[in-house]
T-cell receptor, first 113, second 114 residues
Framework: KQEVTQIPAALSVPEGENLVLNCSFT??????LQWFRQDPGKGLTSLLL?????REQTSGRLNASLDKSSGRSTLYIAASQPGDSATYLC????????????FGKGTHLIIQP | KAGVTQTPRYLIKTRGQQVTLSCSPI?????VSWYQQTPGQGLQFLFE???????NKGNFPGRFSGRQFSNSRSEMNVSTLELGDSALYLC?????????????FGAGSRLTVL
C-alpha cells in the first residue's frame, strides 16, 4: 500500500526566499506524482504533474522533480511571494486506475511579507 | 470554461440521517473521483467513476456509495451518518481515469454531523 509523507509539516519564511518542499513515497511503482496547493476553505489546485517517465516539470517559479529510485519528489519555489501562502500537497498515482491518488498530509507554507 | 461544481457547499446533519452530495465535472470530462478530507486523516480516496461505471473504491464502509449519470454528473451518498463523517468532501474530474491525468477539483462540500 502506497504511503506518502511530506516534510516539513509547516514552514514560515520571509518573502523572496527560495524554498524546497519534500515528499517521499514508499512504492516505487508509482505511476505519476502530482503537486497541488490548497487555500483555506477551498478545493485543490493542480500545480504540476510528473509522469513516471519524466524527471521534472516546471511552471513559472515552480519546479518539481521526481526520483523514483529513492522514492522522493521535491517542489522548488523560487522567489517566494505572500500569495504563495497555502498548503501544498503531493499525491502519488498508482497507474492502472487502482485506488485513486494517495495524498500526503501537506506542508502548510506561510510567506511573511 | 466552467470548473467543477459541487453542491451543496455546506450542510449540517444529525447522526443517523443520510446525505447526498452532487458533483458536476468539467464539460467533456468522463472521470469523477471523490475524496474525503479530515484534519486527522488528510485526503482519502473514496471512489472513482468513469462513463457511469465505478472503476475503483477506497477503504470506506458500505455506507458510502456513489453513482454517475450519463452526462457525467456524479452523486455520492452517505447513509446512517456518524460523527466521524464530518469532513470536507471533494470531487475531482479528469478527461481520462484519475491515475494518469491532471485532476481538477471542486471547492468541496463541508459536512458537519451533530
Amino acid at each position: 500500500k502506497q504511503e506518502v509523507t511530506q516534510i516539513p509539516a509547516a514552514l514560515s519564511v520571509p518573502e523572496g526566499e527560495n524554498l524546497v518542499l519534500n515528499c517521499s513515497f514508499t512504492d516505487s511503482a508509482i505511476y505519476n506524482l502530482q503537486w497541488f496547493r490548497q487555500d483555506p476553505g477551498k478545493g485543490l489546485t493542480s500545480l504540476l504533474l510528473i509522469q513516471s517517465s519524466q524527471r521534472e516539470q516546471t511552471s513559472g517559479r515552480l519546479n518539481a522533480s521526481l526520483d523514483k529510485s529513492s522514492g522522493r519528489s521535491t517542489l522548488y519555489i523560487a522567489a517566494s511571494q505572500p500569495g504563495d501562502s497555502a498548503t501544498y500537497l503531493c499525491a502519488g498515482g498508482p497507474g492502472g486506475g487502482a485506488d485513486g491518488l494517495t495524498f500526503g498530509k501537506g506542508t502548510h507554507l506561510i510567506i511573511q511579507p | 470554461k466552467a470548473g467543477v461544481t459541487q453542491t451543496p457547499r455546506y450542510l449540517i446533519k444529525t447522526r443517523g440521517q443520510q446525505v447526498t452530495l452532487s458533483c458536476s465535472p468539467i464539460s467533456g470530462h468522463r472521470s469523477v473521483s471523490w475524496y474525503q478530507q479530515t484534519p486527522g486523516q488528510g485526503l482519502q480516496f473514496l471512489f472513482e467513476y468513469f462513463s457511469e461505471t465505478q472503476r475503483n473504491k477506497g477503504n470506506f464502509p458500505g455506507r458510502f456509495s456513489g453513482r454517475q449519470f450519463s452526462n457525467s454528473r456524479s452523486e455520492m451518498n452517505v447513509s446512517t451518518l456518524e460523527l466521524g463523517d464530518s469532513a470536507l468532501y471533494l470531487c475531482a474530474s479528469s478527461s481520462q481515469y484519475s491515475g494518469a491525468n491532471v485532476l481538477t477539483f471542486g471547492a468541496g462540500s463541508r459536512l458537519t454531523v451533530l
